[in-house]
């Protein structure tokens, strides 16, 4: 597959997966980080550092290995991933080519699978997909998760126009606020508890 003709510009504002969670679990955490530079003191957490971990020992691990039964034929390792269009940027762990013509993302998660797909996972995933169809001028129809704590358990959902649309409009939102507008807060308040902004956002 070859790359398109798409090329990532440094002096630009690219969001990234974490980012756009963090926005769409509140927006208004976005604005204070982002939009009025107020940074927050969060101590690293450990399933953070120990997912880095895992990472680096499958990159190193599963450099020749290819995954047959998902129908591949290729893979790229540990990429780097933007879209000049959407203005977004990511790293992921492996890009696919599969069988059918099709490319893929597949991620590893520092987790236990416990029948639900989270949503957090999910909107990083799609931005994936976004990203590798614009760089690679190819269709992407699934991502790959690999639960590392469920014995390397591989799951797989589809890329569904619906969900792409729904990830347009977040990352259109997102840049709505870097340009300074106020968002409402979220309606959920139990999200406020452990908010390094709570003393400063306005109810």
């Given at each position: 597959m ?10 630009d ?6 980012e756009?969670?963090?926005?769409n679990?509140?927006?208004?955490f ?5 939009c ?8 690293k ?10 990472h ?5 691990e ?27 940027k ?34 990083q ?15 992407v ?5 690999v ?22 409009k ?34």
């Amino acid at each position: 597959m070859k790359s398109s003709q798409s090329f990532f510009d440094e002096f630009d504002y690219y969001i990234t997966p974490s980012e756009l969670i963090e926005f769409n679990y509140c927006k208004r955490f976005i604005y204070y980080m982002k939009c009025l530079n107020i940074p927050q003191f969060e101590e690293k957490r450990f399933k953070v550092q120990k997912g880095k971990e895992i990472h680096l020992k499958k990159e190193n691990e599963n450099k020749t290995y290819l995954r047959k039964k998902l129908g591949a034929i290729d893979k790229k390792i540990n990429v780097d991933l933007y879209s000049q269009k959407y203005k977004i940027k990511g790293i992921v762990d492996e890009v696919l080519t599969l069988n059918d013509n099709t490319m893929a993302p597949l991620d590893y998660k520092f987790a236990k699978f416990d029948e639900v797909l989270y949503k957090t996972y999910k909107e990083q995933m799609l931005m994936y997909a976004l990203m590798i169809e614009e760089m690679y001028d190819c269709k992407v129809k699934k991502c790959f998760l690999v639960y590392t704590r469920s014995s390397n358990l591989v799951k797989e959902f589809d890329v569904k126009e619906k969900d792409i649309s729904k990830l347009k409009k977040s990352i259109k939102e997102y840049f709505k606020v870097m340009e300074g507008f106020f968002p409402k807060a979220t309606t959920s308040k139990s999200r406020c508890i452990d908010c390094c902004y709570k003393n400063i956002c306005i109810k």
